[in-house]
């Protein structure tokens, strides 16, 4: 399927985990591809990957954390592509498990400026450009926290997601007159990096206790990106996917 030939899509956090498995699979149906994060070295890995898989990518270094250096991301798209067509809003930051009462105000800033104010950053520049364009499509990560809390000992992270989707459903009342259509994966238990941070120790009983008696794999959330991003969901608005393997349904 080559749906989003001569489109260009941006991934943040793409270096890794979902993020990298979306890029693979945006490219795979023919979207030129840039994938944006800190670190240099992995995302220039992940772009090699894309085009050992026959896709085009490219790598800008950018902390999300920062306001001047979103502006620049989206800059640099714009005036070297032409054209931002498909976004998928996803750096993200979980932190260490603790008790609320033990977490720091330093943390709190670090959590919801990685996963909430970036996202809003994010959104503004997407949605002006993509409305000036005539449409275009905006996936955010959020998770099934932001839904319903599974996780003692995260508060920050599961409040930053349950602002994220509040904040997605509020932007793609506005813009989807413009053309502008703006959904959300929630990943349950996906294996990456984050989620083994987290130091989940009994994996087989998670995994026992959801419908489908496995974790999930970054490639499974990264279809559904796709299939939000394709004209395949076109009457798809504010929807929250949750990609968890039954949990919600429990």
């Known amino acids: 399927m080559r749906d989003f030939d001569g489109k260009v899509a941006l991934v943040t956090g793409g270096a890794t985990g979902i993020g990298r498995a979306a890029a693979l699979a945006l490219a795979r149906r023919g979207a030129t591809v840039v994938i944006a994060g800190r670190r240099r070295a992995v995302g220039e890995t992940a772009v090699a990957a ?21 502006a620049v991301l989206h800059r640099t798209i714009v005036a070297d592509h032409g054209r931002l067509d498909i976004a998928f809003n996803n750096a993200g930051y ?44 905006i996936v955010v990560n959020t998770s099934v926290s932001g839904l319903r809390n599974p996780n003692p000992g995260l508060a920050l992270y599961s409040a930053s997601k349950a602002a994220v989707i509040s904040l997605m459903r509020s932007a793609a009342m506005e813009y989807a007159a413009h053309g502008v259509r703006i959904n959300a994966v929630a990943p349950g238990r996906v294996v990456t990096d984050m989620m083994l941070a987290s130091k989940i120790m009994d994996m087989e009983a998670v995994a026992a206790g959801l419908p489908l008696r496995r974790m999930g794999q970054p490639e499974e959330v990264a279809e559904a990106v796709a299939w939000l991003a394709s004209d395949a969901a076109s009457f798809v608005v504010g929807h929250v996917l949750c990609t968890d393997g039954g949990f919600m349904a429990l």
């Open 94 to 137: 979980q932190e260490p498990r603790a008790p609320l009462a033990e977490q720091d105000d330093g943390l709190y800033d670090r959590v919801f400026d990685t996963n909430v104010r970036s996202v809003f950053l994010c959104l503004q520049h997407q949605i002006r450009h993509m409305a000036e364009r005539g449409g275009g499509a």
């Open 50 to 70: 894309v085009e050992a898989a026959g896709g085009t990518a490219r790598f800008i270094a950018t902390d999300v954390t920062r306001p001047d250096e979103i």
